[in-house]
């Protein structure tokens, strides 16, 4: 392939075997494209798909999995601890070899308004994509969730990019949109305290917390805007969460320019902030694939010597405690493995 593309969709449903199996065989067969991951989460009761390939196959097989997800999931039912909008929650056009940003930011025009046209769901556009500053935060566009969305698209400052501002109860909306390789990475907590685990995402993420005055609320600037306690790390979006199979907090961080923050610097971060809270951090997850730089990068961090990617590896997994909840395999969680 002269021309790669990675496409990262996210899907409400972690726990069905069968709808999960059928989202993937969607991908299955279209020309051009590879699948390389697909990984359900019971606990937050969502699935992430990575595949890759050439931009017009990229798009299709997009589309027909957000077509098998929307037959099969019904957002009514729905429950979990990510945030979520819609069945086919998020789909990102990543450019990895060949493309531009501008080239993504196309696809994820051109997936946008066939969704939107044949399946009858609402679509915003997001990221590099977004069509105005209100809408570039994922988690601005997804504020209010699935449960609030009847309401969202009452607002004509919330109305779709693609599609009639109609609530499409059993699929909700979807965000699509253009950005870099984001690493989404969790790390686990020696407590089931979910408060504590907010406290230290509050604490790190880029955008931090809301500054309040004597009596807690929160201070407004001259223009009427919240004033902003910024977090300790950039390029870092981060939310506490409860693993209840597990009965451990979890500090969920997207790391979205892993070459400013990587995944090292953020465990290390959370690490800090939690002794001071009185808890440890124990291990962490990566949800999804990783690029091979990222691991190199901690193994380098704590262990200077080493010179061979394969003890660089070893090494970044073992002080990440990456395999804690579940054994990491380099040859299926690093992307560059899988091409």
Not at 149 to 174: H, M, Q, R, V
Not at 183 to 199: C, G, K, R
Not at 202 to 216: F, H, Q, T, V
Request: charged fraction near 25%; charge should be neutral; include cysteine.
């Amino acid at each position: 392939m002269n021309k790669i593309v990675e496409c990262v969709p996210n899907f409400s449903e972690g726990k069905n075997a069968g709808t999960i199996k059928a989202i993937a065989e969607s991908i299955h067969g279209i020309g051009g494209v590879k699948l390389l991951n697909v990984e359900p989460d019971k606990d937050y009761n969502r699935t992430v798909v990575t595949f890759v390939g050439e931009p017009e196959g990229v798009v299709e097989a997009a589309f027909r999995a957000t077509q098998t997800a929307a037959r099969l999931i019904d957002m009514e039912n729905h429950k979990g601890e990510h945030p979520r909008i819609g069945a086919t929650d998020v789909v990102p056009f990543i450019p990895v070899s060949g493309v531009s940003m501008d080239d993504c930011i196309r696809l994820a025009n051109v997936f946008g308004k066939r969704v939107a046209s044949e399946l009858q769901i609402p679509v915003y556009l997001y990221e590099a994509a977004a069509t105005s500053p209100a809408r570039r935060n994922l988690s601005d566009v997804r504020k209010g969730e699935y449960e609030g969305l009847a309401e969202k698209l009452l607002d004509p400052k919330w109305s779709p990019d693609y599609g009639p501002a109609i609530f499409n109860k059993k699929s909700g909306a979807t965000v699509t949109g253009a950005r870099k390789f984001l690493i989404a990475y969790n790390v686990n907590l020696n407590t089931a305290d979910q408060s504590i685990a907010q406290e230290i995402a509050l604490l790190i993420r880029e955008s931090g917390r809301p500054k309040k005055n004597a009596d807690g609320k929160p201070m407004k600037n001259e223009k009427g805007e919240t004033i902003k306690i910024p977090g300790t790390l950039t390029a870092v979006k981060a939310m506490g969460v409860l693993v209840e199979r597990l009965n451990i907090a979890q500090v969920s961080i997207n790391l979205v320019d892993y070459e400013v923050t990587p995944p090292h610097a953020a465990f290390e971060e959370v690490k800090k902030q939690a002794r001071t809270l009185g808890v440890d951090a124990t291990g962490s997850e990566i949800v999804g694939l990783t690029p091979l730089k990222a691991l190199l990068m901690a193994g380098k961090f704590y262990y200077e010597g080493l010179t061979s990617d394969e003890e660089l590896i070893s090494k970044a997994i073992e002080r990440l405690g990456l395999s804690q909840l579940e054994k990491f395999d380099p040859a299926k969680k690093i992307i560059e493995y899988q091409l």
